[in-house]
């Protein structure tokens, strides 16, 4: 596996991180916990070094897993974790909506040092900006928690670029997490060039476009209720059908380099910048082994040149989130 640094901040990871909340949380029934924890351990041992959660995603039950199966080898990895939602700490039940007052982030922060069972956050980002707190006083809550040696880096997940600027003013901002796929490509229009700009790295989450660009997802797939993609409108049959010609597309491309559609989804994007690091999820360990293999996959500027062609001939449908959580990025 290769190494990349999250911009200037010296912060060396994988190539390809590992997405964890899909273990347990909104992609339909969850694996047996010993399940998820042996899949873990087998990408560490494959030479993946980032593992990203989340307090809300459980609420705080993927964290429990993800630092119960890290704990034996800590000093090896990064961990990637965020704030954001007002939640109950003794419940998980939400109390409102977006929450980060500094006092609020400090809870949040000691709450999640114990359920990681370590002594430090590598990365700590923001989960979505709150407009109900400036950025410069976030910023300054996590310059704090560095101070203390609680937490390492600090990022932003779904933020615009004028609250990237201003936080990384306060506090410099070590990476960007937003969603960013041959599906969606909005991050490419002001986000990438101001993160190429300032020195930040990029981690695209949904890389796979929650499993669209495997190839595994037709015209005649339904979702269980509790996927959250029974409710995202580029998963609604009319859209869904539509979008299809993309697969198609990733397909043909995997065919002539002898990959398989998720690899060659992968590699795309590890080729738009030296500091993207995708972090896709699975549940499977013959899928984590299919995706790692996209970092010994080269895609030539001839290859790109040729993707980009036939995608500005493809009129993708549907939005990427449902309204109300579209409401609470960047864009």
């Given at each position: 596996m290769?190494?990349?640094k999250l911009?200037?901040?010296?912060?060396?990871?994988?190539?390809?991180?590992?997405?964890?909340m899909?273990?347990?949380y909104?992609?339909?029934?969850a694996?047996?916990?010993?399940?998820?924890?042996?899949?873990?351990?087998a990408?560490v041992?494959?030479?993946?070094?980032?593992?990203d959660?989340?307090e809300?995603?459980?609420?705080f039950?993927?964290?429990?897993?993800?630092g119960?199966a890290?704990?034996?080898v800590?000093?090896?990895?990064?961990i990637?974790?965020?704030?954001?939602?007002?939640l109950?700490p003794a419940t998980?039940?939400?109390?409102?909506?977006?929450?980060?007052r500094?006092?609020h982030i400090?809870?949040?922060a000691?709450?999640?040092?114990?359920?990681?069972k370590?002594g430090?956050?590598?990365?700590l980002?923001?989960?979505?900006v709150?407009?109900?707190v400036p950025?410069?006083?976030?910023?300054?809550?996590?310059k704090?928690?560095i101070?203390?040696?609680?937490?390492?880096?600090?990022?932003?997940?779904?933020?615009?670029?004028d609250t990237?600027?201003?936080a990384?003013?306060?506090?410099?901002v070590?990476?960007?997490?937003?969603?960013?796929?041959?599906?969606?490509?909005g991050?490419?229009?002001?986000?990438?060039?101001?993160?190429?700009?300032?020195?930040?790295g990029?981690?695209p989450?949904?890389?796979l476009?929650?499993?669209?660009?495997?190839?595994?997802?037709?015209?005649?797939?339904?979702?269980?209720?509790?996927?959250?993609?029974s409710?995202?409108?580029?998963?609604?049959?009319?859209?869904l059908?539509a979008?299809?010609?993309l697969?198609?597309?990733?397909?043909?491309v995997?065919s002539?380099?002898?990959?398989?559609?998720?690899?060659i989804?992968?590699?795309?994007?590890?080729a738009?910048?030296?500091?993207?690091?995708?972090?896709?999820?699975?549940?499977?360990?013959?899928?984590?082994e299919?995706?790692?293999?996209?970092d010994?996959?080269?895609?030539?500027?001839?290859?790109?040149?040729?993707i980009?062609a036939?995608?500005?001939?493809i009129?993708?449908?549907?939005?990427?989130?449902?309204?109300?959580?579209?409401?609470?990025?960047?864009r």
């Amino acid at each position: 596996m290769h190494k990349r640094k999250l911009g200037k901040s010296g912060l060396e990871v994988s190539a390809l991180g590992f997405g964890c909340m899909g273990l347990n949380y909104l992609y339909g029934k969850a694996n047996e916990k010993a399940e998820s924890i042996a899949l873990i351990r087998a990408a560490v041992d494959r030479g993946v070094t980032l593992f990203d959660t989340a307090e809300a995603y459980g609420p705080f039950t993927n964290e429990e897993l993800v630092g119960e199966a890290l704990a034996p080898v800590r000093e090896k990895v990064v961990i990637a974790t965020k704030f954001g939602f007002d939640l109950d700490p003794a419940t998980g039940a939400r109390r409102g909506g977006l929450n980060s007052r500094p006092e609020h982030i400090r809870q949040v922060a000691e709450a999640s040092l114990k359920r990681l069972k370590t002594g430090v956050i590598d990365l700590l980002y923001q989960h979505r900006v709150d407009p109900a707190v400036p950025i410069e006083d976030v910023a300054g809550a996590v310059k704090e928690l560095i101070a203390a040696g609680k937490v390492k880096h600090f990022g932003l997940s779904e933020p615009g670029v004028d609250t990237i600027r201003r936080a990384h003013a306060v506090q410099p901002v070590t990476a960007v997490q937003s969603e960013y796929s041959l599906w969606y490509r909005g991050p490419e229009a002001e986000v990438l060039p101001a993160l190429d700009e300032l020195g930040i790295g990029f981690v695209p989450f949904s890389p796979l476009g929650a499993g669209f660009l495997t190839g595994h997802i037709d015209a005649n797939t339904t979702f269980d209720k509790s996927d959250f993609r029974s409710h995202v409108p580029r998963f609604a049959p009319e859209a869904l059908a539509a979008n299809l010609a993309l697969v198609d597309l990733v397909k043909a491309v995997a065919s002539r380099k002898k990959a398989t559609p998720a690899q060659i989804a992968l590699a795309w994007l590890l080729a738009q910048r030296p500091w993207i690091v995708p972090i896709p999820g699975t549940k499977k360990l013959s899928r984590l082994e299919e995706n790692l293999g996209a970092d010994q996959i080269e895609l030539t500027a001839g290859d790109l040149k040729e993707i980009d062609a036939a995608l500005a001939k493809i009129k993708l449908q549907g939005n990427r989130l449902p309204d109300a959580a579209l409401s609470m990025t960047g864009r």
